[in-house]
């Protein structure tokens, strides 16, 4: 699975951003898919998830503040930042977890990452 994010930028604290993370390859399946970032100086961390029957998962630091949500095809995720703060400032990874055939192991894809800045 190749996974293509975008959507990052600048944004003032209290503004909005939308990611988007696109899956492509041929698979038999894909299971969640979610975000991590990595704020300055910091390891990474995981910001959402959100299982393939649609159940959402977040981070406590993010809980009332993102959305995450998944296309029909339920191969493109979509992560709604409202609320920004500048502790939000990181490079956002967005993350696959598939199995190549049915009862292949599950693996992991991850993508590029996309920067996230939030001025104060």
């Known amino acids: 699975v190749q996974l293509q994010a975008s959507g990052g930028g600048l944004v003032q604290a209290g503004g909005s951003l939308r990611l988007s993370c696109a899956a492509s390859?041929?698979?038999?399946?894909?299971?969640?898919m979610g975000w991590y970032r990595q704020p300055p100086g910091e390891p990474r961390e995981q910001v959402a998830s959100?299982?393939?029957?649609?159940?959402?998962n977040f981070a406590d630091s993010v809980k009332g503040r993102f959305s995450i949500s998944r296309d029909y095809a339920k191969t493109t995720v979509y992560l709604q930042m409202d609320s920004l703060k500048p502790e939000d400032t990181g490079v956002y990874y967005c993350?696959?977890?598939?199995?190549?055939?049915?009862?292949?192991?599950?693996?992991?894809?991850w993508g590029p990452g996309t920067q996230v800045t939030v001025s104060s």
């Open positions: 993350y696959a977890n598939f199995r190549k055939r049915s009862f292949s192991r599950p693996e992991t894809s």
């Open positions: 959100i299982a393939a029957s649609g159940v959402p």
């Open positions: 390859g041929n698979v038999a399946r894909i299971d969640d």
